[in-house]
Structures are given as structure tokens and as C-alpha cells.
């Protein structure tokens, strides 16, 4: 199948030609971030303050890397499932993000904040977290270290396979792949 | 570290140290995350031979590329290395000599996490949640049984998959109809968070506890094993027939592979419930398992 590459910051055309079922590989920079970092990235932006980095035209990614083991990188660096990001995530699609990649469902809340804020939401694929590694180029933390883990990370990546699961026409992957395989 | 001695009334008592254990269990925490069983990976074999979306195949063929980087490189198969879910069956005839039993699983945890490079996935207090550094304490399920043998088994148990578990406590009069729609209505609601193909866990009976714990027991047995009841050994069929015809497929993006087995375990009921609890496990379904 085609891929679209994409090098990041993204801008609004290019997650605006992206439709649900496109195979991406994306390269740059991205940043991770999951519950504990996304709890207090809206309490920043609540209180109107800065954030460690500035979300306009970027991509976070769901995950929790284990350990880098000597010599390595980053340790197996999966997605997470998003929805336990859904209470957080508009608000970083307003300031302008572009993109998050996980995996499962996301809430209506979010699919209306890709349509309003141009941006589209990414499914890597979920628990194969070995392979995924090798496009990780370069790790380092750079926010709440306290959090482990949970630590925002900036990441280089190279030809980092992504699906597109919903665009910003209010597409949704899931929705559709059922469609095409239920069995009646 | 492990001795068997002749007691004056004839009865053999076997002494285990607490440092085996511990041993044990570090060496087992590693294993069950950087080894896929071969049960799991055949099953993504026979899954991919039937997978009729070439996405779902893409992503199958991935799983098992991905479980082989993770056998040779010694690096856990996903990132999140679970909570550290211990059965441990002890042998009535075993004595334990060298400190808190406990204590030694927990220690074996926190050596094991710590050396193999493993995600410390554990927060102290669910409300505060403050990381414990070391992924302890394990979750621990105690069974003594008759003989000289102490069996543990670690099966590390990802969040994502954990969170899409339900238990309900149904009606008799619900009847196998009620079981059947709940496993498929928790796995169909559950979509493409849990990992899927995912490994459906099943306890049917006992008390609200007694039926979660049954459901993740469920999740411990090798694929191709049916329950030894032959009624409950069709429901399991017909359910992964059921759960495979929902479209939900491999990582949720559509497809005929939800689940890779359905397992269920029963124990008896009260004359006023039928609980029914469903665990479910992403496709990496990891257990290890020493006998002392």
C-alpha cells in the first residue's frame, strides 16, 4: 500500500489532504506524553502558562517506553490507548497540534476538535513495541522527569509507520473496518 | 535451596529457601516478556493464514516479526511489562524457610524489572499515584494443594487490556443466553482498545471475587486446551466464532481475527446469581511457570 511521508512541524495542508485508511510514515520531531504528562500540560494551559514545548504544529505520541537498555536509544516504545487522553486532548489541538498517534477509540469531543483545529489522529499499531523502536532514532526527556516513564520525551523519528484512523472530515477507521468485516 | 527431609511419622517435607523463590521469580518476569509462547505464536500463524483484511494480515505478520526482535534482542515484546500477577500453588508438604514469602515474590519483581530493563508500571496509591520505582508490589493468588511441590507462575498483565475487562452479576434466569451476550457485548464495547486479536478470559460461578479471579485463571491456559466440561468447552467454540464474525479485527482496523482463544472457567454458584466476569488479554499473552 502507498504511504505518505510527512517530516514535522505539520501544517494544515498536510493533515488536511489525509483521509482515514492512509498508511503515513512520519520523520522528525515528536513528543510523547501520556495521562500524568497530559494532566499537567491542560493545568499549564489553564493557568496560562507555558508549556514545555509549544504543541503548534506538532505530534505527540501516546506511549510509555520501558528502560533503554545499555547502548540502546530507547527501550520497546508501543502506543497506549488514547481515550484516557480525551479530556486533555482538544485542548492541545486548539493551541494548534497537528496530530497524536495511539491506538483505540477516540471520544466525540475529539473527533469535533480535528474537525474545528485542522488535525487528524494516528493508530500505531498496539504491542508491537520492539519493532516500532527501530524508527526511534534519538530519545532524550525533557519534561517531569518525576513522572518516569509518564516523562514527556522528544523524539527523532524515521519512517515511523502510522494509519490514519480519523481525518478531518470526521472519519473514523474503526467505524468503517467494521463495516467492511462484520459477518452477518 | 531446595531440600526434601524424612520426618519421623514418614510424611516427606520439602524445604524451599526464600532466595529461590525470589531467583525464580526475577528470571520469570524477564522470560514471560521477552519470550511469546509458542501456543500464542501459532496462533497468530493460523490467524494469519485465515486473516481475510490485508491490513489485519500486515499487522499479524508484524506481531510475529516483533516477537521475534523482542526473543533475540532480549527486549520486552511491548512496552508496558504489566503488573506483575503471581499464582503461586504450595504444596501442603512445603515448608518455607528464610524469610516473609511474600517478601521474596515482591523482591523477586523488583530484581527482575530492574536488571531485565522492564517498564515500572505501578503507582503506590491509586488516587495519588505516585510511581513505586520498582513495579512492586505484585498481585499475588495463593492456592495450597496436597503434595511436596511449589508451583509459581507470573503473568504479567498489560493495563490497556485490563481496563476493557467487565463483571456483571446476572440473573439465573439470564441462563447461558444472558453469559453469552454479556463476553460478547464486554469484547465488542472493548473495540480496538484492548490490542485485539485479544485472549477472552471467562469465569462463570462462585461469588463477585471468586468469578473475576476464575476469569483471569482462565487467561493462564495454553491455547487448543478446552474446558473439561464438554457443555462449556461449546460455549467456548461457538464464542470465538461469535466474537470473530464482529469485524473488529487485528488492532480494531477490521478483520475476522478478534480473538485468538476464549477460555472459560466455572465454579459453582448461589441459588440467586449467576456472576460472569471477563478478563481480557491483549496478544500478548504472557505467562511463565517454575515448579520448586
Known amino acids: 500500500m502507498t504511504q505518505i511521508r510527512l517530516t514535522t512541524p505539520l501544517s494544515d495542508e498536510d493533515v488536511e489532504k489525509l483521509r482515514i485508511g492512509q498508511r503515513v510514515s512520519l520523520n522528525g520531531t515528536i513528543y510523547t506524553g501520556r495521562d500524568a504528562a497530559h494532566k499537567r500540560l491542560v493545568e499549564l494551559i489553564q493557568q496560562g502558562k507555558e508549556l514545555p514545548f509549544n504543541p503548534d504544529g506538532q505530534v505527540i505520541y501516546y506511549v510509555g517506553p520501558s528502560p533503554a537498555k545499555p547502548g540502546a536509544v530507547i527501550g520497546s516504545a508501543g502506543p497506549t490507548t488514547s481515550y484516557r487522553m480525551d479530556s486533555y486532548a482538544p485542548e492541545l489541538y486548539k493551541l494548534g497540534l497537528k496530530a497524536s498517534i495511539g491506538k483505540g477509540r477516540r471520544s466525540e469531543g475529539v473527533i469535533n476538535a480535528l474537525k474545528q483545529n485542522k488535525g487528524v489522529y494516528f493508530a500505531a499499531v498496539g504491542g508491537a513495541a520492539a519493532l516500532i523502536s527501530r524508527s526511534i532514532k534519538s530519545c532524550k526527556v525533557i519534561a517531569y522527569p518525576d513522572l518516569g516513564a509518564e516523562a514527556i520525551h522528544e523524539l527523532v523519528v524515521e519512517d515511523f509507520p502510522v494509519i490514519v484512523v480519523n481525518d478531518t472530515l470526521g472519519g473514523d477507521l474503526y467505524d468503517e473496518g467494521i463495516k467492511i468485516y462484520a459477518a452477518k | ?292
Open chain 2, 1 to 292: 535451596m531446595v531440600a526434601t527431609i524424612q520426618q519421623g511419622g514418614g510424611t516427606k517435607i520439602k524445604t524451599v529457601n526464600t532466595t529461590a523463590i525470589t531467583e525464580a521469580v526475577a528470571r520469570m518476569s524477564q522470560e514471560a516478556n521477552f519470550y511469546l509462547g509458542q501456543d500464542v505464536l501459532e496462533g497468530f500463524q493460523k490467524a494469519l493464514d485465515q486473516e481475510i483484511s490485508i491490513t489485519g494480515k500486515e499487522i499479524l505478520q508484524q506481531l510475529i516479526e516483533n516477537a521475534g526482535i523482542a526473543r533475540d534482542e532480549l527486549v520486552p515484546m511491548c512496552q508496558d511489562t504489566g503488573y506483575a500477577v503471581i499464582f503461586v500453588e504450595l504444596g501442603q508438604d512445603v515448608r518455607i524457610e528464610g524469610g516473609d514469602f511474600y517478601e521474596a515474590i515482591h523482591e523477586g519483581v523488583r530484581r527482575g524489572y530492574t536488571e531485565g530493563y522492564l517498564r515500572k508500571s505501578i503507582v503506590s496509591h491509586p488516587l495519588e499515584r505516585k510511581n513505586t520505582g520498582d513495579n512492586t508490589p505484585a498481585v499475588i493468588h495463593t492456592k495450597i494443594v496436597p503434595g511436596e511441590t511449589l508451583r509459581i507462575t507470573i503473568a504479567p498483565k498489560g493495563g490497556g487490556a485490563e481496563n476493557m475487562s467487565a463483571i456483571k452479576m446476572l440473573k439465573p434466569a439470564d441462563g447461558v443466553e444472558g453469559v453469552r451476550k454479556f463476553i460478547v457485548d464486554t469484547v465488542k464495547t472493548a473495540g480496538p482498545n484492548p490490542c485485539p486479536p485479544i485472549v477472552v478470559g471467562v469465569g462463570i460461578g462462585g461469588t463477585f471475587e471468586k468469578c473475576a479471579q476464575l476469569s483471569k485463571e482462565a487467561l493462564l491456559r495454553e491455547f487448543g486446551v478446552k474446558s473439561k466440561y464438554p457443555d462449556i468447552a461449546k460455549l467456548e467454540d461457538e464464542l470465538l466464532e461469535e466474537i470473530n464474525k464482529l469485524g473488529i479485527g487485528p488492532q480494531g482496523l477490521g478483520g475476522r481475527t478478534t480473538a485468538l482463544a476464549v477460555h472459560i472457567e466455572i465454579y459453582a454458584a448461589h441459588i440467586a446469581s449467576l456472576p460472569v466476569a471477563v478478563n481480557i488479554n491483549c496478544h500478548a499473552a504472557r505467562h511463565k511457570e517454575t515448579v520448586l
